[in-house]
């Protein structure tokens, strides 16, 4: 144990176990609406704009507040805004449950995103203060970082049983439970936690904020989606010029939103840098390992989702056993072999074939999501650590922003090369066939059975092989994340 520091007792631990509940729906609703929208739409109704505002809508309003909230739960309290959120959050699903109209199920969304955005800094900022020891924060974070994961995985899974069973709306009352228990346990156990530092909450900052990461965030996945156009590059633009009045704003201000001087420390800027580049690889491939999963082994979504679940438990393993090592071996070289295990699974996938063994493309993925998450927990437990006690709800909040941007992007960039690849293997077929695999699968049902069969394996062929170039992307972007890790991390344990 780190010497003269208090150490953390059965009270801390079962708060954090308070805290993991809300971090893992809130993580959850990212994915959760993957196998309700089928009954959604036969009940609502939405045109296809309003099904993509349905789904995308909670991610962009929690992915634009995030750095707001952080800060706001700097100065107002972290306790206080994680029960606000909690708040806001079962309100919301209330309200997303039985919402009447697609207006009203997307303006529930984004009130969700609110209250998601005022929980996850808080989570992560709070156990700053109640782990103080070195070795049981890394504990503690390492926790944190393995529910946000499984939590996504687990969204889908969750979603297809209840959809067996119930309406769609009960997607969204299994929060109710979670968030009660936060707000009736979250006053006795958590303690209040506030900077010293006066001076107002500069509104203009939060709206800066806002005004760049929404517009580039949702620029990028447009981009990705539909390819180039003028109105999503104009947004990626806009966004950015607006991030440039923000960071000049804060270089201005006497108490700034985000401190700039944080991000220039090796310890942090390198932990979002590395995290950035992580989820910029993990969520950018995780379009086509479903995809796989379902297009090309014809897996049901609800059986995908079970069986991509199997790569957890590498993960629960992996984690546990970094944050191990990390305490003999600096952990610069911890994280290095992280994310070059994590390379080592993505490269691996570069030879998966449409006609692979299942458990050799399950296998690739436990590894690579190994070394990934391991590598992650320990940026992110640095980064904490780096960040003084009375920054830690804006710092963690910059570093989840990072992830957003760099799931973003990975989409636009895994999945440009992706695509490319395969419409170069389908030259010479109508345009659906070129464009993507579901357009091919579309076309081939209503074709004969001989053509339908050439088409498909020749679809599929085509987009296995643009999945080899994107994993080898990934693998590129994992090896990049390892020299960076080296490189600016080592020896910086602890930057004060």
């Not at 919402?99 to 156990?127: D, E, K, N, Q, Y």
């Not at 001076?199 to 447009?222: M, N, T, Y």
């Not at 546990?320 to 090592?325: D, R, S």
């Not at 570093?399 to 799931?407: D, I, K, M, N």
Request: charged share 10%.
């Amino acid at each position: 144990m780190t010497p003269d520091v208090p150490t953390a007792g059965r009270r801390e631990w079962t708060a954090l176990g308070v805290l993991m509940l809300p971090l893992l729906l809130v993580s959850m609703d990212v994915s959760v609406l993957y196998f309700a929208i089928p009954a959604i739409s036969e009940d609502l109704r939405p045109g296809s704009t309003q099904q993509l505002w349905i789904l995308d809508m909670y991610g962009f309003v929690l992915a634009g507040l995030l750095i707001t909230m952080g800060a706001l739960g700097d100065r107002m309290g972290r306790r206080r805004v994680l029960l606000a959120g909690a708040g806001i959050f079962g309100i919301a699903s209330v309200t997303a449950a039985y919402a009447h109209s697609p207006g009203a199920l997307i303006a529930a969304r984004a009130l969700l995103g609110v209250g998601g955005a005022c929980l996850m800094p808080s989570t992560l900022a709070l156990i700053r203060n109640l782990f103080r020891d070195d070795k049981q924060r890394a504990t503690a974070v390492t926790l944190w970082t393995t529910v946000m994961a499984t939590g996504i995985s687990l969204g889908p899974v969750v979603s297809g049983a209840l959809i067996e069973h119930f309406w769609w709306g009960s997607v969204f009352l299994i929060n109710l439970p979670a968030m009660g228990l936060l707000l009736v346990l979250a006053p006795l156990l958590l303690p209040e936690f506030r900077t010293a530092a006066h001076g107002k909450f500069d509104v203009l900052s939060a709206v800066l904020s806002l005004g760049a990461l929404l517009p580039v965030i949702h620029g990028i996945k447009e981009l990705a989606k539909h390819g180039y156009a003028p109105l999503s590059a104009l947004g990626v633009t806009a966004g950015l010029a607006v991030g440039v009045l923000f960071v000049r704003r804060q270089a201005r201000l006497e108490h700034p939103m985000v401190d700039l001087a944080l991000l220039r420390r090796r310890a942090y800027g390198g932990s979002v840098l590395v995290n950035l580049l992580a989820m910029a690889a993990t969520v950018g491939f995780a379009v086509f390992i479903t995809q796989y999963l379902q297009s090309v082994l014809g897996k049901s979504p609800f059986e995908a989702a079970l069986w991509s679940l199997v790569p957890s438990a590498g993960v629960m393993l992996a984690a546990p056993t970094g944050a191990v090592l990390a305490r003999r071996v600096d952990r610069a070289y911890v994280m290095g072999g992280g994310f070059l295990v994590s390379a080592a699974g993505f490269a691996w996938l570069t030879q998966v074939r449409t006609d692979s063994a299942f458990w050799w493309v399950l296998t690739a993925c436990a590894v690579y999501a190994s070394g990934l998450v391991t590598a992650m927990t320990l940026a992110n437990e640095l980064a904490l650590g780096a960040a003084p006690p009375e920054r830690a709800g804006a710092a963690a909040a910059v570093l989840e922003s990072g992830q957003e941007l760099g799931g973003a992007l990975g989409m636009a960039i895994l999945g440009s090369i992706g695509a490319v690849v395969y419409s170069r293997d389908m030259t010479g077929g109508p345009g659906p066939v070129r464009e993507t695999l579901g357009g091919a699968l579309s076309v081939a049902d209503h074709l004969q059975p001989g053509p339908a069969s050439t088409l498909l394996a020749t679809a599929r062929d085509a987009f296995t092989h643009g999945m080899g170039f994107a994993a080898a992307g990934a693998a590129g972007l994992m090896a990049g994340a390892g020299a960076v890790s080296v490189g600016l991390l080592r020896s910086r344990r602890r930057v004060a």
